[in-house]
Antibody, heavy 122, light 107 residues
């Protein structure tokens, strides 16, 4: 079945780094744009970044620009988020999600992982 | 950046009630809007895309409408499984901003 599984979360000190992974299965990963979305404890959803199917187009939220790097390996059906210079305000559950595709047009996100928790604290 | 404003932030309703949630964009996003449902401890679930298209498998009591800057999500007859938090999201242009969420509580 169509599935996304995140990993790599954990406890890290302010200023530290972490790399999240998202393993995709059950669909042709290389056809889809992919995003990272986060949710701080008790807060709403915040879109973090997306990457095009080929990896040639990338966007970031201002809150992470210059610190986070999204990438993908289509041969490995995997999405990544390299997070550097982490701050307390980056503490959140991080979800990867697949863009919904209808006739080559993207419409929101139709498949989500279960999330991985990142805690930034000394 | 496009700001998305949802109202109300909390809504108390009873089973069988008709519920409407509003989402306003700070500039026109045509119909590039999605609605999601999220339950505690779970990932969001896509309900509506392109402002009014029902995602496969989503009950027909959910409907979406609007275009430009004003959008609504309507639940025609609230069911026990519908008590959750609902988010709108624009995907007209990055950053792909979400609304602040509307929590639907039991009255």
């Amino acid at each position: 079945q169509v599935q996304l599984v995140e990993s790599g979360g954990g406890l890290v000190k302010p200023g530290g780094s972490l790399r999240l992974s998202c393993a995709a299965s059950g669909f042709t990963f290389s056809d889809y744009y992919m995003s990272w979305i986060r949710q701080a404890p008790g807060k709403g959803l915040e879109w973090v970044s997306y990457i095009s199917s080929s990896g040639s187009t990338i966007y970031y939220a201002d809150s992470v620009k210059g610190r986070f790097t999204i990438s993908r390996d289509n041969a490995k059906n995997s999405l990544y988020l390299q997070m550097n210079s982490l701050r307390a305000e980056d503490t959140a559950v991080y979800y990867c999600a697949r863009d919904k595709l209808v006739a080559a047009t993207r419409y929101g996100m139709d498949v989500w992982g279960q999330g991985t928790t990142v805690t930034v604290s000394s | 950046d496009i700001q998305m404003t949802q109202s109300p932030s909390t809504l108390s309703a009873s089973v069988g009630d008709r519920v409407t949630i509003t989402c306003r964009a700070s500039q026109s996003i045509s119909s590039w809007l999605a609605w999601y449902q999220q339950k505690p401890g779970k990932a969001p679930k896509l309900l509506i895309y392109k402002a009014s298209s029902l995602e496969s498998g989503v009950p027909s009591r959910f409907s979406g409408s609007g275009s430009g800057t004003e959008f609504t999500l309507t639940i025609s007859s609230l069911q026990p499984d519908d008590f959750a938090t609902y988010y709108c999201q624009q995907y007209n242009s990055p950053p792909l901003t979400f609304g602040g969420g509307t929590k639907v509580e039991i009255k």
